[in-house]
């Protein structure tokens, strides 16, 4: 949805006493982001300065796909955050080099407009988890017929994968024999 993309506010028509939105049934977050529980919240915005300070909340849920067994899945959000906005003007490149490797709470709004629609997007961005999987003991597919474990075993033999355990358990065998060599 177009309108949303345009979803912002410029800084001018912030004012002083600060500016709250609530926003409801957001479902048109982009393409990449498949809602199911369409998103509320709030944004809270106070303009101390050339920087905006931002506070806000989301709330809904998403259809994730299982990093193990690939099978989609509902992911629930509750996302409290806060952001110090800055206009890109007021970087230098020196500046800029750090902050792209470190702060993560610092966002830039460029030509005095902010986009509640990026913050919004990026915050939900922030809030997935690293290893996506529909339940923590998620058993994956069999490498070999691809069958989905959490429904069942297959007939394929067991994949063995080299434990620390392993690889130590072998590492004794090995001393053990040593051993017996020079006893
Ligand atoms: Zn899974
Ligand atoms: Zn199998």
């Known amino acids: 949805m177009k309108e949303l993309e345009n979803w912002g506010v410029s800084l001018e028509d912030i004012p002083v006493e600060g500016l709250k939105i609530d926003f409801n049934e957001l479902k048109d977050l982009g393409?990449?982001?498949?809602?199911?529980?369409?998103?509320?919240?709030?944004?809270?915005?106070?303009?101390?300065?050339?920087?905006?300070?931002?506070?806000?909340f989301l709330k809904g849920s998403l259809v994730l796909?299982?990093?193990r067994c690939l099978t989609?899945?509902?992911?629930?959000?509750?996302?409290?955050?806060?952001?110090?906005?800055?206009?890109?003007?007021?970087?230098?490149?020196?500046e800029e080099k750090?902050?792209?490797?470190?702060?993560?709470?610092v966002s830039f709004y460029s030509e005095s407009w902010i986009s509640f629609y990026e913050i919004l997007r990026e915050e939900?961005?922030?809030?997935?988890?690293?290893?996506?999987?529909?339940?923590?003991?998620?058993?994956?597919?069999?490498?070999?017929?691809?069958?989905?474990?959490n429904t069942g075993s297959c007939n394929c033999k067991p994949y063995k994968k080299d434990s620390p355990f392993a690889i130590l358990?072998?590492?004794?065998?090995?001393?053990?024999?040593?051993?017996?060599?020079?006893?």
């Open 31 to 56: 393409e990449d982001l498949e809602v199911k529980q369409p998103f509320s919240g709030y944004l809270k915005l106070k303009k101390i300065g050339i920087e905006v300070k931002l506070e806000g």
């Open 65 to 67: 796909t299982c990093d």
């Open 124 to 149: 939900i961005f922030l809030s997935l988890p690293v290893k996506k999987l529909c339940k923590e003991d998620c058993k994956g597919l069999c490498p070999i017929c691809g069958k989905n474990l």
């Open 98 to 105: 750090e902050l792209s490797e470190e702060e993560m709470d």
């Open 169 to 183: 358990k072998t590492l004794l065998k090995e001393k053990d024999k040593t051993k017996e060599k020079g006893g």
């Open 72 to 94: 989609p899945f509902e992911f629930f959000i509750e996302h409290e955050f806060e952001v110090n906005l800055q206009p890109v003007s007021s970087l230098n490149f020196e």
